[in-house]
T-cell receptor, first 112, second 113 residues
Framework: DTEVTQTPKHLVMGMTNKKSLKCEQH?????MYWYKQKAKKPPELMFV???????INESVPSRFSPECPNSSLLNLHLHALQPEDSALYLC???????????FGPGTRLTVL | AQSVTQLGSHVSVSEGALVLLRCNYS??????LFWYVQYPNQGLQLLLK??????LVKGINGFEAEFKKSETSFHLTKPSAHMSDAAEYFC???????????FGSGTQLTVLP
């Protein structure tokens, strides 16, 4: 089973709201990733967690705050977002760094 | 440094015709190469991967790709297109200490009846 789940599927939020995206995998993978994907573009890497520690932050604004409470769970906390942050947010996991990444279905985020 | 170039942002084929999606990579060390497919409003699904074993890689849904080091290419093919193959296809590379996937810009495949 190579399933990565993400909730919610859709999210609409105002610029003053605080919300969180959730990602879960039960494959025993030790690396987890957040990507942002705009329409008609490839995914852009935001964060990488390796063995529950943040290992890569691709200069993402502080209004995005990742959290990895345990090896199966990855959260992305959102606060004071801008309309240009509207995108599909994808989570992925892999056994280790450089291994094959398996993607979740994504959360479609709209910021009003 | 690593990079991927996908030639042709849009490719149209007739149902039953050969599908050929082109991918060229640049990497200073032996790469791992991947093809992913994305259907509208969905995540990315792994089609196939090359990890330095056989140069001809078979994937899901009848797709295959051949790693050609001399041409730095990893083109995706399928002998006979089906309407359900219509989607966005991404080639990606990871190598050395990059610790991340680098994606190509994507190719939108349209299958005509």
């Amino acid at each position: 089973d190579t399933e990565v789940t993400q909730t919610p599927k859709h999210l609409v939020m105002g610029m003053t709201n605080k919300k969180s995206l959730k990602c879960e995998q039960h494959m025993g993978h030790r690396a987890m990733y957040w990507y942002k994907q705009k329409a008609k573009k490839p995914p852009e890497l935001m964060f990488v967690y390796s063995y529950e520690k943040l290992s890569i932050n691709e200069s993402v604004p502080s209004r995005f705050s990742p959290e990895c409470p345990n090896s199966s769970l990855l959260n992305l906390h959102l606060h004071a977002l801008q309309p240009e942050d509207s995108a599909l947010y994808l989570c992925a996991s892999s056994e280790r760094d450089l291994d094959t990444q398996y993607f979740g279905p994504g959360t479609r985020l709209t910021v009003l | 440094a690593q990079s991927v170039t996908q030639l042709g942002s849009h490719v149209s084929v007739s149902e039953g015709a050969l599908v050929l999606l082109r991918c060229n990579y640049s990497s200073s060390v032996p790469p791992y190469l991947f093809w992913y497919v994305q259907y509208p409003n969905q995540g990315l699904q792994l089609l196939l991967k090359y990890t330095s074993a056989a140069t001809l890689v078979k994937g899901i849904n009848g797709f295959e790709a051949e790693f050609k080091k001399s041409e730095t290419s990893f083109h995706l093919t399928k002998p006979s297109a089906h309407m359900s193959d219509a989607a966005e296809y991404f080639c990606a590379v990871s190598s050395g200490s990059a610790r991340q996937l680098t994606f190509g810009s994507g190719t939108q495949l349209t299958v005509l009846p």
